[in-house]
C-alpha cells in the first residue's frame, strides 16, 4: 500500500510553544501530496468526474417557408369551425300518450310507453293535443285542441335499460336480486294538422 502511494517528505510543522501546552497543540501537522495517474490498486476504485468538452453551438437561418408552416397551422386551429345550425321548427305540439306529455316536432323521434296492438311501419295518428305552437301563434287547448292531430309512424318496439330492484330483511337470511325493462315503443313524428281552425291565444298587451 506503501508502495502504490507517491508521497513527498513528510514535513512536520508545530505550533510555537505555549506556557502551558495542551495535548493538542503537541501533536505535528502532516501534509500528504498525491501524484496523478494512481497505479491500480487491488480493492480500490477510484472515479475522477471527467471533462467534457465546452458545447459549440452553431446558428444558421431557416428559411421561410419552414417558418411559415407552423404559424399556417396555428392561425387554422384559431380561426372557430363552422358549425351549421338548424333552423328552428316551424310548428311543434304538446300531445298526451298513456298518461304522459310529451312535446313533438315533425320529423324527430320520442321513446313512449308500450302502444298494444301497435307493429313496426304502423300509421297512428295521436288525437289528445293540449298545445301547438307556431312561429306566429299560439294554440291552447281546453283541454284539448279540438281537429287536432299528430301523425306519426312506429318504428320499433323495445325495452328500456334495466333496472335493478333488490330486497333486504334483516335477521331473517332475505336476500332478493330482481332486474326489470319496461317495455317502450318509438314512434317518429311526420306531421301535425288540425290545428288551423281552432282560435289562436294571444298574450295580453
Known sequence: ???ALSTSPTTFTSSPRLANPSPLHSLPSIHLRLSLPLPPIRGLSLSLPSRRP??????????????AEPEAAVEEEMKPSKISIPKGEE??????????QYIVFPGRFIYTQRLKGANESDKIILNKVLLVG?????YIGKPVVENAAVHAVVEEQGLNKKVIVYKY????????????RQPNTRIRIT???????YP??????
Open 91 to 100: 310548428v311543434f305540439a304538446v300531445v298526451m300518450v298513456g298518461g304522459r
Open 134 to 138: 307556431t312561429k306566429k301563434e299560439t
Open 1 to 3: 500500500m506503501a508502495s
Open 54 to 67: 465546452p458545447q459549440k453551438w452553431h446558428l444558421s437561418a431557416v428559411p421561410e417557408s419552414l417558418e
Open 191 to 197: 306531421g301535425i294538422t288540425g290545428y288551423q281552425d
Open 169 to 180: 330483511k334483516k335477521k331473517k337470511n332475505y336476500r332478493r336480486n330482481i332486474g326489470h
Open 200 to 205: 289562436a291565444s294571444t298574450l295580453p298587451a
